[in-house]
C-alpha cells in the first residue's frame, strides 16, 4: 500500500521536468501524489491530472519579479498551510528551499515525515539579487531545517557536499536525467550551416546575450533559442527569425525533438557564481540522451561531467574560446563522436531509470516505522 504525498513547488508546473518525473515515479510505484503548486501567473487550470499524480494550483496576486514574490509569499503560505490541514497525507515533499519552511510547517503540524529535495544552492543562487544579509539567513535556514528532515535529495554531488553536514540519514543523489527518447530520430550532422540550440530559463550568467552576440559575426551558423526569464526581451530583440530564432516556451517532447535536430547545446554557466558551479543541468543530460554534443564552460560540475564523458567541448568563459570552439565544432565527425559518446553515457549511467531508483529506494527508508 503506497503512501500519500504532497509536493510543493513555488511554480505553476507547466509542468516542470524535474518534479514531472518524480511525481510520475512515485504515482507508478503506488503512491497517491498530489503537487500543490504556485501559480503566479494565474495561467493555469486549477486542477488537473499528469501522468497519475494530480495537481492542484494555489493563486495570490500575480508574481513575476523578486518583490512580488516576497511580497506574495506569506499569502502562499497561509493558503499552502490551510490547503494541507484539510488533507490525509503521510509525507510532504518540499521542491527547493523556497517550499521548505511550509514543508517544515506541515510536517510538524500533522506529524508526518518531511522531504527536501534541493534543485540548487538557494543562498548562492539569490546572492546575485539581494543584500548579503538575506542569503546569510537563508544559509541558516536551510541547516536548522534540513536536519528535520527524513529524506534530503539533491541534484549533484557539490550540493550533496554542501547539504551533508545536515542530512541526518544522509544525501540521495537525483541527477537531473531522462531516460533515451523512443520515438525521436537519430541526429543528422551534415549538409546544413551548423545549427546552434540554448533552451531554459534566460537569465544572466548562462552568456545567453554574449552568445547571440558573437554568434552573429560567425558565418555559417544558426542560433535557435527557447526559455523564459528575464532576457527574453533581449532575446527577442536579437532575433532576426533566419540567423538568431526565438522559439519561445517549448514543451518537453517538442524541445528534445528540437534539440535532436540540432548540432550543438550550448549549456554555457558562469563559474564566477557559485550556484552554477555545482548545478546539474537537465540539458546536459538530455542533449547526451539526444545524441548531441553539448559546448560547456571549465570549473563547473557540467564541465565536469563533459569532459568526463567525452560528450563535448568544455571552454573558458570569453569570447575567443566560444569562437574557437564553434570552428571546432563545424566538423561533421567530431560532432558525430561527441554524440555518441553521450549517448553512451546516457544509455549505461545518466538515465532516469537508475536515478528513479535512487529515489524509491529513499522513499521505502523515509517511510520505514523507526525500530
Known sequence: MGASVLMLVTNGFRPDPRVAKEAEALAADGHDVT???????????DREEHRGAHIVRLRTWQAGSMLSFLLNYPLFFMRG??????????????????TLPLGFAISWMKRIPLVFDAHENYAQMISIDMPSLVPRLVLWAEGVLTRRAELVITVSEVHAAHMRPNARHGVVLVENCINIPKDIPEPRFEGRDLVLIYVGTLEPMRYIVESIDATLGIDGCVYELAGWGRLEEEVRKRSDGERVRFLGFMQHHDMLRRMASSDVALCLLDP???NYVGNSPTKIYESMAVGIPVLTTGGTTSGDLVEREGCGLVID????????????LRDPRLRSELGKAGRAAAEREYNWDNMKRRLLDGYRDALRPPL
Not at 35 to 45: G, S, T
Not at 81 to 98: E, G, K, N
Open 317 to 328: 568563459w570569453s569570447e575567443d574560446s566560444y569562437r574557437n570552439a564553434i570552428e571546432r
Open 272 to 274: 564566477a557564481n557559485e
Open 81 to 98: 498551510l490551510l490547503a494541507a490541514m484539510h488533507r490525509d497525507d503521510d509525507i510532504v515533499h518540499s521542491h527547493d528551499f523556497d
Open 35 to 45: 503537487v500543490l503548486a504556485w501559480d503566479r501567473e494565474n495561467a493555469y487550470p
